[in-house]
């Protein structure tokens, strides 16, 4: 029970109401694979109520709403079987009400210039459901096409950001119960974006301006977002060197000495890392011969360096902005 070619690709919503939504595209937005849609119809009968010719699945609005009651349910544990005849409407029982972090996302801000997603808030959806369930190989499925196909800056604004944010919300109110599904959604997004793909041609300042160094400042342990510009900077096809967590002063130092580069990136997440002598020590760092010295920018990432500007450095507020900064800077 397969689906044309031409069908894959759509997007849930894609055509008129009447002819209803694909398999492929109910999957992204539900957060599940197309075999378990296939698989919970054989077993359970929740299924569209319209096939098309006898081979293609047509789901409709009221089949869409079947399914997500359907992964509701199961996200919060209820067993399969329970949950499909809770959502098929056929138990005397009214259905638990449950919430999941999919239901804490709200509708994110628009990105300007950005490959549109259709329906960010669905992918956001479909995402935090699989993360819920903890179903690791739909996670990264989803999370390696959203970065081939919308890139490295509209997958982390637009879906990344807001679900570890609702996830990140339903774990403070819930306690540790949503603990694992933070964890899992974190290791998988770190992996997608290690694996993001560069340009197809390099970059023209690859052989020209030095590297751009990114680093966390000692005591800082959260590096994600510092891991979304660097792969931001590969796919632009711009050099990097990527230190990572909590690295030493004076391990920073000797590298800028030695790389000479364009930029440093320094990443702290809360105001007690954020270091702003080893800022202004970084930005005065030198190299090269006696009368042609050079010194590196420096821009300041992450919500710890709130508060004053420090002259001569940059504070850009988001990825977008510290990529069109960094560009600028190599000449890109």
């Given amino acids: 029970m397969g689906e044309s070619r031409s069908d894959q690709g759509r997007e849930p919503g894609a055509g008129s109401a009447e002819a209803g939504v694909t398999t492929g595209a109910l999957a992204r937005r539900l957060g599940v694979s197309p075999t378990t849609l296939r698989s919970w119809d054989r077993r359970y009968g929740v299924g569209p109520a319209v096939r098309s010719d006898g081979r293609h699945r047509r789901w409709m609005p009221q089949d869409v709403a079947m399914l997500e009651e359907m992964c509701r349910l199961t996200a919060a544990g209820v067993p399969p079987?329970?949950?499909?005849?809770?959502?098929?409407?056929?138990?005397?029982?009214?259905?638990?009400?449950?919430?999941?972090?999919?239901?804490?996302?709200?509708?994110?801000?628009?990105?300007?210039?950005?490959?549109?997603?259709?329906?960010?808030?669905?992918?956001?959806?479909?995402?935090?459901?699989?993360?819920?369930?903890?179903?690791?190989?739909?996670?990264?499925?989803?999370?390696?096409?959203?970065?081939?196909?919308?890139?490295?800056?509209?997958?982390?604004?637009?879906?990344?950001?807001?679900?570890?944010?609702?996830?990140?919300?339903?774990?403070?109110?819930?306690?540790?119960?949503?603990?694992?599904?933070?964890?899992?959604?974190?290791?998988?997004?770190?992996?997608?974006?290690?694996?993001?793909?560069?340009?197809?041609?390099?970059?023209?300042?690859?052989?020209?301006?030095?590297?751009?160094?990114?680093?966390?400042?000692?005591?800082?342990?959260?590096?994600?977002?510092?891991?979304?510009?660097?792969?931001?900077?590969?796919?632009?096809?711009?050099?990097?060197?990527?230190?990572?967590?909590?690295?030493?002063?004076?391990?920073?130092?000797?590298?800028?000495?030695?790389?000479?580069?364009?930029?440093?990136?320094?990443?702290?997440?809360t105001r007690s890392t954020a270091d702003r002598p080893l800022a202004r020590h970084i930005a005065a760092t030198s190299w090269g011969v006696k009368g042609a010295r050079s010194h590196p920018v420096v821009l300041l990432g992450g919500p710890g360096w709130a508060g004053r500007l420090e002259p001569g450095m940059l504070r850009p507020p988001g990825l977008r902005e510290a990529l069109t900064a960094l560009l600028g800077l190599a000449g890109g």
């Fill in 81 to 269: 079987a329970e949950a499909a005849k809770a959502a098929k409407g056929g138990s005397d029982q009214v259905a638990p009400e449950v919430r999941t972090p999919a239901d804490e996302l709200g509708p994110p801000a628009p990105t300007a210039g950005a490959e549109p997603l259709g329906d960010p808030r669905q992918e956001c959806k479909g995402l935090a459901r699989a993360a819920v369930r903890l179903d690791a190989p739909s996670v990264e499925d989803q999370l390696t096409s959203l970065v081939t196909r919308h890139g490295v800056v509209v997958g982390w604004e637009e879906v990344m950001v807001p679900t570890l944010h609702a996830v990140g919300r339903k774990w403070e109110s819930a306690g540790d119960r949503y603990v694992e599904v933070e964890h899992l959604l974190s290791w998988h997004i770190s992996r997608v974006l290690h694996r993001a793909p560069g340009p197809a041609r390099p970059g023209a300042s690859a052989g020209g301006a030095g590297p751009v160094v990114l680093a966390c400042v000692p005591g800082e342990q959260h590096c994600l977002p510092l891991e979304a510009l660097h792969a931001g900077l590969v796919e632009q096809g711009l050099p990097t060197r990527m230190f990572g967590p909590a690295v030493p002063p004076e391990a920073l130092t000797a590298a800028v000495r030695r790389l000479g580069p364009a930029a440093v990136v320094l990443w702290s997440q």
